[in-house]
């Protein structure tokens, strides 16, 4: 049930439009305003800062606007639960994520600048499945704001796992394609065989090279070429970095990164082990004491500083 605001407000928050500051106050002046309907009030204070009378701050008449049609708990109860909901919100995550809500809902999207909203207006919106109502109504492709979106939190954050998804799925696709071009070149075979041929100078006619062989059987001249997909194949390998090395995805890569922090490596017999370490740092403590009793038995001995301390009641 929404909250009465038919009384006036003891303290409201004030905009000086001469020094352009903000503070809340108890308001000077209070006019009747019967034009705003979800509070017919009028406020006015004087600036602390520059003496000038100051209005209501336009987001403040806003927010009472708001509050006039909420209709959230009223009792104790329920307005302590919703509170203990709040609790905690936003989490450091949300606060990421959050932070680029202009950028996506902003009329002045950056997206904008590049992939306005234009449903079936680009060539990639045959295969979106964004709704073009909703499409129309946005200040940018949704699909290129959400691009966008991550790739700046990546870049803003220094976090490159808010890419891993359109990563995983670049690759899905890369592997796809590759795939249908094996599936060819098994299908057509890794040589591609074609008929040699000239052209006749006479009549002008595609003439087909053949001969006879000695038994009079007729055979027709061929070229041999590997199959032309394996070029583009070979290019897509070395240039994607596709290897099971490069992603990382080898044995001796995921054995190397699942080593816990503060373990030496088995496999190094170069390094010290900790055993080794904590050996030696015993050894070390146990000659600490006799370097410290030959040092006070240097000093007993140390005649200037033996007359130094008879000179001075030492």
């Known amino acids: 049930m929404a909250k009465d605001r038919s009384d006036p407000l003891s303290r409201v928050t004030f905009r000086c439009k001469v020094c352009q500051c903000n503070f809340e106050a108890e308001p000077e002046r209070v006019e009747a305003c019967p034009e705003l309907e979800h509070h017919p009030f009028a406020y006015f204070g ?36 919703t509170s203990a909901n709040l609790v905690g919100h936003p989490t450091p995550e949300e606060s990421k994520r959050t932070r680029f809500n202009a950028m996506k809902h902003g009329l002045s999207a950056r997206t904008a600048t590049y992939f306005p909203s234009k449903p079936d207006g680009y060539d990639f919106c045959r295969g979106c499945d964004v709704d073009r109502g909703y499409c129309a109504e946005q200040p ?11 790739h700046h939190a990546a870049f803003d954050q220094r976090n490159p796992k808010h890419l891993m998804g359109i990563y995983a799925d670049l690759q899905a696709s890369i592997f796809a394609v590759l795939q249908q071009i094996l599936q060819t070149i098994v299908a057509d ?27 009079g ?33 080898t044995t001796k890569v995921i054995e190397a990164e699942s080593e816990e922090m503060g373990q030496l490596s088995a496999a190094r017999a170069d390094k010290d082990s900790l055993l ?9 403590l146990e000659k600490l004491h006799g370097v410290i009793e030959r040092a006070r038995l240097e000093k007993g001995r140390d005649a200037v500083l033996i007359e130094y301390q008879e000179n001075n009641g030492g």
């Open 46 to 81: 004087r600036c602390p800062h520059c003496g000038a009378e100051a209005e209501t701050a336009h987001w403040y008449l806003n927010l009472i606007k708001g509050w006039s049609k909420a209709t959230g708990p009223t009792t104790p109860e329920g307005v302590a639960a």
């Open 140 to 150: 940018a492709c949704v699909k290129k704001t959400e691009l966008f979106m991550l």
């Open 189 to 215: 075979g890794v040589k591609i065989t074609t008929p040699e041929w000239y052209t006749d100078k006479e009549t002008g006619k595609t003439v087909i090279a053949e001969y006879k062989d000695e038994q």
């Open 276 to 284: 080794d370490f904590g050996r030696r740092q015993t050894e070390a």
């Open 217 to 249: 059987n007729r055979r027709i001249l061929t070229e041999i070429n590997a199959h032309p997909l394996f070029k583009p194949l070979g290019d897509l390998l070395s240039k994607t970095g596709l290897t099971l090395s490069d992603m990382g995805m």
